[in-house]
């Protein structure tokens, strides 16, 4: 049998100046060297997100941090293509914002949800500025047992970094709940900081920076390291015709 290098699109706009972009190839060769999982990384600006197929030869999709997008509408297209593809989902702060507006406007019918960074008009939008900004803050979040997140933390509680003013807000979000979004992990006002899809092979979206998890020859965070592992299973997988 002939084996196959996990691929992995890491959708968004690199920037050096984006500390967790910097981080991701680090993180990348410590899961090939401590945990044995390889994955063949490749860049997908959003602005090339958008086009059909653009990332549904991959075994896994990670829309990165980094908002705004130069493309709203690539990031949202990434996230939908994995949630029907069935491919590994991870989503990391401004990741996890647009895996909520394709939700929201795919499934849930709500066409006009929106991002108040995008759209600074919109009535009522469903990513809305946080009351008290996250850029550079620390804080605990409690997960839901039996969920995936807790399943992958080993824990019902845990400690994450955050560099963001946007988040989930408003009425819309009952809606995601009721279309099937397990909002997984909150912060301790209650707010939601994790989302995922029961039923989907792997789909996480995190509010919070995974990237920015452990210092120097620091072991790479659980959520990501389990998105890289549903990543090499689709890959060893038997290809149908």
């Keep these: 049998m002939t084996y196959r290098t996990a691929r992995v699109a890491l959708v968004g706009d690199r920037s050096p100046s984006v500390r967790s972009h910097a981080r991701i190839p680090g993180l990348l060769d410590a899961l090939a060297r401590r945990e044995q999982l390889v994955l063949d990384a490749y860049w997908i600006p959003t602005e090339d997100a958008v086009a059909d197929g653009a990332v549904a030869a991959f075994d896994a999709v990670w829309l990165v941090p980094g908002s705004p997008y130069r493309s709203e509408a690539g990031a949202v297209a990434a996230a939908r ?80 970094r955050y560099h963001c003013s946007y988040g989930p807000s408003g009425p819309g979000l009952a809606v995601l709940a009721e279309h099937g979004m397990r909002f997984s992990g909150r912060d301790e006002a209650g707010e939601v900081r994790i989302a995922e899809l029961p039923g989907h092979p792997f789909y996480l979206a995190t509010l919070f920076q995974p990237e920015l998890s452990g210092g120097a020859g620091g072991g790479v965070h659980p959520l990501i390291r389990g998105l890289a592992a549903a990543a090499v299973a689709r890959a060893a997988a038997p290809q149908s015709a």
């Design 81 to 160: 293509t994995a949630r029907e593809l069935g491919i590994p989902f991870l989503g990391t702060c401004g990741g996890f914002q647009h895996a909520m507006l394709e939700f929201a406007r795919t499934v849930c019918g709500l066409a006009g949800a929106a991002h108040a960074e995008n759209d600074p008009g919109a009535a009522d939008p469903l990513i809305a500025p946080l009351a008290c900004s996250l850029v550079g803050h620390e804080g605990a979040v409690a997960v839901e047992p039996g969920s995936l997140a807790a399943r992958l933390l080993a824990a019902g509680r845990t400690v994450e």
